[in-house]
């Protein structure tokens, strides 16, 4: 996510320091000790300004919640919201989530979501969206077996493209759905949600079951990979 540079970006986040983890790679495989009654850990990777993250931390008061965004100033205006509600079960990391095996164990994660990522649409660049098969393949080392990643997105080429990179990681896929809120508006939605919702884009979802896998070949380089 990209935001202007904040002059004031410090000391609002000191302000929220409560929520935010320094040192995540030193919670490797202990991240249920920040909340020990918790009954599940979620992770949302790319949570932006944080809405869907405080209403879903909010919704879900028994789990451990724990947000990843790179860009510094969107996380700040995540844990902001958080504060502001008063949760205590929702912490934020500002990191890529390349390193996320980095910082969480083998199975240490119960649900994953992934919400209107980049769609990254050159062909070049395939390698960078987050459902590509190198992504899910970390994804699936990290989260337990059986567990789910939990996919949102408007762009449907992007779409498309990651229920081909489910199924090439033969990766079950459950729940999908091209036009999410056709007949009304289903679960909590992000602020980029709301508004693509509102001007009438169809959101596409899935819900994907996690398992080992051998990862499959990366495709060779064509002639219109530049494009």
């Not at 850990?41 to 300004?49: F, R």
Request: hydrophobic fraction near 40%; proline fraction near 5%; include cysteine.
């Amino acid at each position: 996510m990209r935001m202007r540079k904040m002059r004031n970006l410090e000391p609002r986040m000191e302000k929220c320091a409560a929520y935010r983890i320094d040192d995540a790679a030193a919670h490797k495989g202990t991240w249920r000790q920040l909340k020990p009654d918790c009954t599940a850990l979620w992770v949302e990777v790319g949570c932006g300004k944080g809405k869907f993250t405080a209403e879903t931390a909010a919704a879900n008061p028994d789990v451990l919640l724990i947000a990843v965004e790179r860009c510094r100033e969107a996380v700040v205006v995540a844990m902001e919201k958080a504060k502001a509600m008063g949760l205590t079960n929702v912490f934020y990391i500002d990191m890529d989530v390349e390193k996320i095996e980095e910082i969480f164990a083998g199975s240490e994660i119960d649900r994953l979501f992934i919400n209107f990522p980049d769609p990254w649409p050159r062909k070049k660049n395939a390698k960078r969206r987050l459902t590509y098969r190198t992504f899910l393949d970390k994804y699936c080392r990290v989260v337990k077996e059986n567990g789910e990643i939990h996919y949102k997105t408007d762009n449907a080429p992007l779409f498309e493209f990651s229920v081909e990179e489910f199924a090439a990681c033969g990766l079950e896929v459950k729940n999908l759905t091209r036009n999410l809120h056709e007949n009304g508006i289903v679960g909590i939605m992000t602020g980029y949600e709301e508004k693509f919702h509102a001007l009438g884009t169809p959101i596409n979802r899935c819900e994907v079951v996690c398992k080992p896998f051998k990862l499959p070949p990366v495709e060779k380089k064509t002639a219109n990979e530049e494009e």
